[in-house]
Every structure is written in structure tokens, then in C-alpha cells.
């Protein structure tokens, strides 16, 4: 209002403070001369558009898509098998062995997946059993046999009459005895 | 539906609920609220678990458990003879897992008994608890202290040291 002359800024700081009185009209309302700070038409329906800066994400984002992604891939066909065999091929219930009957080694367990893979790939636990034992057979002979290799070193050594530590001498036919022929020489 | 526990082995007390003796015209609540449960939560699931035994009822397994023969202990093997040292060391191992679940077994009892009983356990369950006691005083006795690597040896040796104790305190 700097054009405006002392008068004139009166009667509009006037109509500012109380424009309802009947010297302000509609028509100054609402060409906006008189102004109306108090009421002012807030909406935040597309707001003003603003620019925000912020550190890439893409590269997080994309981490985790990718990791939901691997994860899924065996997640999703390894529970959806698990469910179909818990709902079709349930638990087995316990029960007593026939007198007779020997069960096979994977029938001890109770799970089905853990009896298919007690069948398919695991040896039986008293193969693995025989298997120890069989290791602990040849780990035996091993060293009885070591003892016994030592007391004969022992023997031979000590004895001498037996093959070994035989250390190989010259044959005395081959001694020249002809200077110690006569006993004048 | 899973086998019910041993009835036999966690007694329950008889019940002291009084019948119905209903007095006012007014509904009672705790009925329209176990009603609600009942149709909002027990049938879907009952329901769910009949499709699903119907359903495997077709591919019926059983199992078994094993049963081990007994071979000769530690004190019965020869000096030297690696095999019936390993073979009684395996059937110490069993006998141990055996040991632990039977503990288990009695402090499961005494447990459920404090449950049932509430602030009187200690004079009502008292031959479950005498029974615990007991049961983990010999349990301490054989197998505390073996540390990680307890074998049968080591236990045999144990109970050495015990049997020394002993006659050396009554002698």
C-alpha cells in the first residue's frame, strides 16, 4: 500500500479489522482489496511440490528384494512339500514289535521325511556300529602287531641267530694265507 | 486326536463342582462366553484335525522302539580287549540317556502334583517329592561331577572312590 495515501490505508486497516461493517462491501471482500490474513483457504490437497533430498536406497531395496527372492525360491517348494506330507502321510504311532519280526532299522523313527531319509541314505545304526567296531579291529592288530615287531628286533639283536641284523662279512676262502705260510716270512 | 497323558501316573482330585442351581432369570455369562469359545474356536479346529486323520487315515505307519541285548559291562572285559571296551561304553551311554529320562520322568510328576495341588503341595504331594529327592540324590551320586567327557570308565572309577568312601567311614 505504499501508493496509497494516508486516508486511504486508514480506511483499509479499517475493513481489515471488522469487515463485515457495511463501508466494506462484498465487492472489496472479494477482489482481495481488503486483506484477510485471519482466514486464509489452507489445503493440503496436492500441497506444494517439493524436491527431497535424500541418500540413495536403491541399492538396500534391491538387496532385500533379491534376498526375499533367493530365500523364496527353495522356501516356498520345500514348505509347501513338508505340509503335503504332514497332511497326506502322517506321524506313525507306536506300537509293540511282533514277537518275530525284526524291524527294519528305519522303522524306529516316528517322522515320515526322517524315516525316508533313514531308509534312503543313513546305513543302519548297527552297520555303523560294525563299521566302528571293525575300525577298532584293525587299529588292534596294528598295534599288537608294532609290539610284537619290536620284542623281535629285541630277540634278534640280543640272540643274533635269526635273520636279522645279520651284517654281511667276506668269504674266508678268499684269505690269502700264503705270506703266513711259513713262519720265517 | 494325541493320546490323553497317563491318567494313572497324574491323578486328578475329584471334582467339587456344585450343580447348576440357577436362581435369577438373568443369562449367565461365563455359559454365552464358553459358547462363544466353543463355536468360534474348538469346532473350526476340531473340524480341520477330523479332515486331516481322515485324510491320513489311508497311509497308516507305525514305529517301534529298539530294544538293545546286554553285553558284557567294563568289570567283565579283558585287559587290552578294545572291542568289549567299546561295546561297554556304548551300553553305558544308553544306560545314562535311560537315567536322565527316568529323572525327568519324576520331576514331571512332582511337578504336575504342585500344579494340581496349588499352595498345599508340600503336604499333599509329599511321596512325589520324597520320590524326586531320592531319584536325583542317586542320580548326583553315579553320575554328577563325570564332567563332558564321562565315560564308563570314569564312572566305574566313581564308584570306586564311593565304595572307599564307604568302608572307610564304616571301618
Redesign the interface.
Known amino acids: 500500500m505504499v501508493g496509497m495515501s494516508v486516508l486511504r490505508s486508514a480506511a483499509a486497516f479499517a475493513a481489515r479489522l471488522s469487515p463485515l461493517k457495511s463501508g466494506n462491501n462484498a465487492a472489496n471482500v472479494l477482489t482481495r482489496a481488503i486483506q484477510r490474513t485471519d482466514k486464509v483457504a489452507v489445503r493440503w490437497g496436492h500441497g506444494k511440490k517439493m524436491f527431497v533430498i535424500k541418500p540413495t536406497d536403491f541399492y538396500d531395496r534391491r538387496f532385500l528384494r533379491l534376498l526375499q527372492y533367493y530365500i523364496l525360491l527353495t522356501g516356498i517348494p520345500m514348505a509347501v512339500i513338508v505340509t503335503c506330507v504332514n ?4 506321524e ?6 511282533p514277537e518275530d519280526y525284526e ?1 527294519e532299522h528305519w ?4 517322522h ?1 521325511i526322517t ?1 525316508w531319509i533313514a531308509r534312503n541314505f543313513y546305513d543302519s545304526p548297527v552297520k555303523d ?1 560294525e563299521k ?2 571293525a575300525a ?2 584293525i ?2 592288530e596294528k598295534a599288537d602287531m608294532r609290539l610284537t615287531q619290536l620284542e623281535v628286533r629285541r630277540q634278534m639283536r640280543t640272540k643274533g641267530d635269526g635273520p636279522w641284523f645279520q651284517v654281511g662279512t667276506l668269504n674266508k676262502e678268499l684269505i690269502d694265507y700264503s705270506p703266513k705260510a711259513t713262519p720265517d716270512n | 486326536m494325541p493320546t490323553d497323558f497317563d491318567k494313572g501316573a497324574y491323578p486328578e482330585p475329584p471334582r467339587q463342582t456344585p450343580a447348576v442351581d440357577k436362581q435369577t432369570a438373568l443369562p449367565n455369562p461365563a455359559l454365552i462366553l464358553s459358547k462363544l469359545f466353543y463355536y468360534s474356536v474348538d469346532l473350526p479346529v476340531t473340524t480341520f484335525r477330523d479332515a486331516v486323520d481322515s485324510i491320513r487315515a489311508k497311509n497308516k505307519s507305525v514305529y517301534y522302539h529298539q530294544k538293545f541285548r546286554r553285553v558284557p559291562d567294563l568289570t567283565e572285559c579283558q585287559q587290552g580287549d578294545y572291542l568289549c571296551y567299546y561295546e561297554a561304553e556304548m551300553q553305558w551311554r544308553r544306560d545314562y540317556k535311560v537315567d536322565q529320562e527316568i529323572v525327568k520322568v519324576v520331576q514331571e510328576r512332582m511337578r504336575a502334583c504342585h500344579q494340581r495341588e496349588g499352595a498345599s503341595y508340600q503336604q499333599n504331594c509329599a511321596k512325589e517329592i520324597e520320590q524326586f529327592n531320592e531319584a536325583t540324590k542317586n542320580f548326583q551320586s553315579r553320575y554328577g561331577d563325570l564332567g563332558a567327557y564321562g565315560s564308563g570308565r570314569k564312572c566305574l572309577m566313581k564308584q570306586k572312590e564311593r565304595m572307599m568312601a564307604a568302608q572307610a567311614s564304616s571301618a
Open positions: 497332511v497326506f502321510a502322517g506313525a504311532e507306536l506300537a509293540e514289535a524291524p522303522e524306529y523313527y516316528k515320515p524315516r556300529y566302528m567296531m577298532i579291529q587299529e588292534k
